[in-house]
C-alpha cells in the first residue's frame, strides 16, 4: 500500500510476509521460522532435539523453550536427513542433540552418521533416559510412546560435549 500526500514523497508500507523460498522449505523450519518472528525480543537461542533411540526412534524438537514438532522413525536415514534438515534451517546460538542412554548402540550410529553428514557444529548429550516411557493405551499406537519419550529426554541433562563436523577436525 501507497501513501501519499501532497507535501511529501509517496511512502511505502511494509508488512512482513512470508516469501516463496521460506513456503518452500520443511514445514517444521517454516514452525521454527515463525516462532522466531514471534519471540524476536529474545537474543538468546537455543535449538534442542531429543532422541529416543531403538527399533522406533522418537524425536522432539524444541526451539525457544517450545516445542514445535515431534516425530518417530525406523529408518536411521530418514531420520538423519529430517535432523539435518532441522539443524541446517533453524538459526541458533546452541544447537543441542539429547540422545537417551537405553540402547548406546543406536545412540553412538546416530552420532557417527550425524557427524558425518552435519558440517556444522552441534552439542551432544547422552541422557539417562530411566523412567521416560510410561505405559500407553494400545501399546505403542503410532509412535506416541516414543514420541513423548523423546520429549523428556529433550527435557533432561546430561554431560554437554562438543562436537566439531569431521571436515574441520580431520
Do not use: W
Not at 114 to 129: A, H, M, P, Q, Y
Request: net charge positive.
Amino acid at each position: 500500500m501507497i501513501v501519499t500526500t501532497e507535501k511529501e514523497a509517496p511512502k511505502q508500507i511494509s508488512t512482513p510476509i512470508l516469501f516463496d523460498e521460506i513456503i518452500s522449505k520443511d514445514p517444521i523450519v517454516v514452525k521454527g521460522i515463525i516462532t522466531k518472528m514471534l519471540n524476536s525480543s529474545t537474543n538468546y537461542s537455543k535449538l534442542v532435539l531429543g532422541i529416543d533411540p531403538g527399533q522406533r526412534i522418537g524425536v522432539s524438537v524444541t526451539y525457544l523453550e517450545n516445542e514445535i514438532a515431534r516425530a518417530f522413525f525406523v529408518s536411521l536415514d530418514k531420520l538423519i536427513q529430517y535432523l539435518i534438515s532441522i539443524l541446517a534451517e533453524l538459526p541458533a546460538s546452541r544447537k543441542i542433540v539429547k540422545i537417551g542412554n537405553g540402547d548406546m548402540k543406536t545412540a553412538n550410529r546416530i552420532l557417527q552418521m550425524l557427524n558425518l553428514k552435519f558440517c556444522s557444529k552441534f552439542e551432544i548429550e547422552f541422557v539417562d533416559e530411566s523412567s521416560t516411557t510410561f505405559k500407553i493405551k494400545n501399546h505403542n499406537q503410532r509412535g506416541k510412546r516414543d514420541m513423548l519419550s523423546a520429549q523428556f529426554i529433550s527435557q533432561r541433562s546430561g554431560i554437554p560435549k562438543s562436537v566439531l563436523p569431521l571436515s574441520i577436525t580431520g
